[in-house]
Nanobody, 115 residues
Framework: QVQLVESGGGLVQPGGSRRLSCVAS????????MGWYRQAPGKQRELVAT???????NYADSVKGHFTISRDNAKNTVDLQMNSLKPEDTAVYYC?????????WGKGTLVTVSS
């Protein structure tokens, strides 16, 4: 089992920045990919960004150039640096980990972009 705990959500003004962090605990060896997904009110959960153990990244088109994902394998953490935030980035952000074909999710952290 892998447990994921997110932090860093909150209220941010349009154009502002926010950094989300996620720490994994439990059976953290052999976690292949980690990443962030988000779910806006009334919408389905969608991919934001993922990163493999080797550092390969993948981003949703909507966040390319604005968000940066990073990972520390030694600390079992994955961060999401979000810049130039827009109201449409408002969502609950979920940390994700993939280990031996099993998906693990955090409980989510709310990011609200509003003036």
């Amino acid at each position: 089992q892998v447990q994921l705990v997110e932090s860093g959500g909150g209220l941010v003004q349009p154009g502002g920045s926010r950094r989300l962090s996620c720490v994994a605990s439990g059976s953290t060896t052999s976690i292949a990919a980690m990443g962030w997904y988000r779910q806006a009110p009334g919408k389905q959960r969608e991919l934001v960004a993922t990163i493999t153990r080797g550092g390969s990244t993948n981003y949703a088109d909507s966040v390319k150039g604005h968000f940066t994902i990073s990972r520390d394998n030694a600390k079992n953490t994955v961060d999401l640096q979000m810049n130039s935030l827009k109201p449409e980035d408002t969502a609950v952000y979920y940390c994700h980990a993939l280990r031996w074909g099993v998906n693990y999710w955090g409980k989510g952290t709310l990011v609200t972009v509003s003036s």
